[in-house]
C-alpha cells in the first residue's frame, strides 16, 4: 500500500522528513481540528473515538482544505497521506485516497479511531467475529460525504472499507497513536 508524508502547514511539526514536499498554508478548518483533538485527547476517556468522530464531523464537511498533492491515488492500493502526527504521539491524520475497486482486508485496529468522508462515496462492510477467528459479514453500508464512523482498539468490530463506485474517494482517519513510522500499523488483519 502506497503511502506518503505530508504536512499541510507550517505551525505545526511532523516527526517525519518532509523537505520533499516544502511547508504549505494552515487551513482554519483543519487548524482548529487539530486544537479541539489537542484539548480532547488529554481526556482519558473510552468514548474518545465518538468524541473525536463528531469533530472529524465538521472537519469533512468544511470543503477544499485538503491540498491536492494529498488527494493523490496510489497505483495498485489505496493510498495513505499522513497529514499530521502530534508530537507527543497521542493521534495521527491521515487522507486515505481510493480509486475504484481499491479495498482493505477484514480488519480491526491497535487504537482508537475516527473516519470521515470527504469526497466520494466509499463503502463498508461490516462484521462479526464470534469465536475470534473467522469473520462473517453482517451488513454493508455505502457512505456519502459528511458521514463520519468511530472504531475502538480491538477486533470486536471487524470491517472492511472499499470504493465500488467510478469516482476516487477520499477519507480521513483520525487514529489515537502515532502512526509516522508506519501508517499500515494501525490495522489488525482477520
Not at 10 to 17: I, N
Not at 137 to 157: D, K, M
Request: with cysteine; charged share 25%; net charge negative.
Amino acid at each position: 500500500m502506497a503511502t506518503s508524508a505530508h504536512r499541510i502547514g507550517g505551525g505545526r511539526p511532523l516527526s517525519m522528513d518532509l523537505s520533499a514536499h516544502g511547508a504549505r498554508f494552515m487551513d482554519p478548518a483543519f487548524e482548529a481540528y487539530l486544537d479541539a483533538l489537542d484539548t480532547l485527547v488529554d481526556q482519558d476517556r473510552d468514548d474518545l473515538g465518538e468524541i473525536v468522530a463528531e469533530e472529524v464531523r465538521k472537519l469533512v464537511r468544511c470543503c477544499d482544505w485538503l491540498p491536492e498533492d494529498c488527494c493523490e491515488p496510489g497505483v495498485d492500493s489505496y493510498r495513505r497521506h499522513v497529514l499530521y502526527a502530534d508530537p507527543r504521539g497521542r493521534y495521527t491524520v491521515l487522507a486515505v485516497v481510493w480509486r475504484p475497486g481499491q479495498t482493505t482486508p477484514v480488519h480491526g485496529h491497535t487504537a482508537w479511531g475516527a473516519v470521515g468522508v470527504y469526497r466520494g462515496t466509499p463503502s463498508v462492510e461490516a462484521y462479526r467475529c464470534d469465536d475470534g477467528a473467522t469473520a462473517e459479514l453482517c451488513g454493508e453500508f455505502c457512505c456519502c460525504p459528511g458521514q463520519v464512523s468511530h472504531v475502538s482498539a480491538g477486533v470486536e468490530a471487524p470491517h472492511r472499507i472499499f470504493n465500488d463506485s467510478d469516482d476516487i474517494a477520499i477519507t480521513i482517519h483520525t487514529y489515537g497513536r502515532d502512526l509516522t513510522e508506519d501508517p499500515a500499523s494501525i490495522n489488525i488483519v482477520l
